[in-house]
């Protein structure tokens, strides 16, 4: 899970910032309230774990915030404060739990996964992608155009199954940069010109219409076929 911390006391933060690497999690710290505030409402995140008594933003305001907005992440407040008083007042601020300093990192990191997977329901798995004529099987990696098989590359099969899940939506260098290849930052090459170029060469060539559309400036898209 993607996980976001907020807590200014820097010894804490790195405590629960190691346990959760060495668990498999992708924890991001914010050091004070408004930069966690900023996170909060500008990247998605699995689970936020916050302080209550922060810098600029303190934790009541920042989650009251973030839930006014919309934001339905899941929050665990991590507090000195430990009277009643004070864990009702969180909870109804929007949190989902509220566990009190000092603190079992293991205690922590079950109650974490309790409130995830409250927020997240389980869905039907996809198995198969369909765009017109394209047919993308998920379980045996298949790619068929009018029963014609394709056959891709892993990374050429990665990229369309991403363009294909966000058909309708345009797809951008960056999305692409950071879903597919795993980049978080621009290595100022041309490797997504060149696959998108030999994945057009196999799923549009000779074929009616062409499935991706380049948007000069913007991305990529794919959409459903117009009659």
Do not use: C
């Not at 966690?36 to 302080?51: E, Q």
């Not at 839930?67 to 404060?81: H, Y």
């Not at 549009?204 to 948007?215: L, W």
Request: a neutral charge.
């Amino acid at each position: 899970m993607k996980i976001l911390i907020v807590e200014d006391d820097s010894t804490v933060a790195q405590y629960i910032n190691k346990g959760l690497k060495e668990s498999g999690h992708t924890p991001e710290v914010a050091n004070d309230g408004k930069q966690g505030l900023l996170l909060a409402t500008t990247n998605k995140y699995d689970v936020i774990i916050l302080d209550r008594m922060l810098p600029y933003v303190d934790g009541i305001t920042l989650l009251s915030t973030i839930r006014g907005s919309g934001n339905k992440t899941p929050a665990v407040i991590l507090s000195a404060k430990n009277k009643v008083e004070d864990k009702v007042k969180g909870l109804r601020s929007g949190a989902d739990d509220y566990m009190t300093k000092p603190f079992a990192f293991e205690e922590l990191l079950a109650r974490i996964e309790i409130v995830a997977s409250r927020q997240s329901p389980a869905t039907p798995s996809v198995t198969e992608i369909v765009l017109g004529e394209l047919k993308l099987d998920l379980i045996n990696r298949r790619v068929t155009r009018n029963d014609t098989v394709i056959d891709l590359q892993s990374k050429e099969f990665k990229l369309l199954e991403f363009l294909l899940k966000n058909k309708g939506k345009i797809v951008t260098r960056t999305m692409l940069l950071e879903k597919v290849w795993e980049y978080n930052f621009d290595p100022q090459t041309n490797v997504i010109d060149v696959h998108i170029s030999r994945l057009r060469n196999k799923i549009d060539k000779g074929f009616s219409y062409q499935i991706i559309e380049t948007i000069r400036g913007a991305g990529y898209l794919v959409s459903e076929p117009t009659a």
